[in-house]
């Protein structure tokens, strides 16, 4: 099974895109598990530093080098914040290009979900308002889009991992 090219293409010997792939450039850019972890915590409402660290279990310098290249291809933006009697820090938040990067997250969750978790993965996504389980499929109908804030996650009761929290 494999996708079809329009005639002009069909001689794939005859044509390439080199470096102007776009899934090339999306894994350059989501080149390290790190990297996606952020991008994971970021959909999750981590926006600080140090939360970053801790919940991803991965070393401050990584976490600052995965952040600084999200920022650099204008997928999170930082927003300065000060606590009461402490020094001005900065929080990371999801830009517009960041927000559409959650059917890439929801479609690789889903993958390993069903390939990867032996049918019990941890979380579920679901839809706030209804409940409903949400999923990603390729169609060519127009639907709605569904929004980070939109999702709620819950505990899959069919897991059997453990969690710290759940």
């Not at 990867?116 to 308002?129: I, M, N, S, Y």
């Not at 009761?157 to 929290?165: F, L, V």
Request: some cysteine; proline content about 4%.
């Amino acid at each position: 099974m494999a996708m079809r090219f329009e005639e002009r293409l069909s001689d794939r010997g005859r044509w390439s895109i080199g470096d102007g792939c776009s899934a090339a450039r999306v894994l350059d850019l989501l080149s390290t598990k790190t990297v996606f972890l952020m991008v994971r915590e970021l959909f999750y409402g981590t926006t600080r530093f140090d939360d970053f660290v801790e919940r991803a279990e991965v070393s401050a310098p990584a976490v600052s080098r995965a952040l600084k290249q999200l920022k650099a291809a204008h997928v999170v933006e930082t927003v300065t914040y000060q606590a009461p009697g402490r020094r001005a820090r900065e929080e990371y938040r999801l830009t517009a290009a960041g927000e559409d990067l959650l059917p890439v997250f929801l479609a690789l969750m889903q993958w390993g979900d069903t390939h990867l978790q032996d049918g019990r993965p941890p979380l579920t996504f679901v839809e706030a308002g209804t409940g409903r389980r949400l999923g990603v499929r390729v169609t060519p109908d127009e639907v709605r889009e569904s929004a980070s804030e939109d999702i709620e996650i819950r505990v899959n009761p069919a897991w059997r991992g453990g969690s710290k929290s759940a």
